[in-house]
């Protein structure tokens, strides 16, 4: 990842990695990545601990920014579906947005079987 820095230690350095994977990545935390020494925005990297966070990295999707850089995400239904399941204002807020944003393009009974499996109500998408 070129212009990134790793915040929690050095990307070069192998023992600043062993440290890492057994003070953060083995105890389920993630660590972050900075880009060009900007707090924000910023990428958080984790371990996959679940079944949901192997599905999202095994079905991620391609997403072009700006026209030329390359990003994987978990899939869009799953992510609205995790927004409801989070709760908060904000959170319900984004998962309208994206349901709103990309209606044309999400897969209808995917976003059903997330909000199932996640224990949501997803009609509020539709209001």
Known sequence: MEGFTLLQGSIEAEESLR?????YLAEGYGVRFI????LLPNIEAKLARTDIHRYALNNNVTVIVNGKFRIRISPIELQIAYKLKLGSDKDIGDAVFLYTLL???INKDELKNWCMVLQVDCSILEG
């Open 35 to 38: 880009y060009e020494d900007s």
């Open 103 to 105: 209606v044309d393009a």
């Open 19 to 23: 440290q890492l994977y057994r003070h």
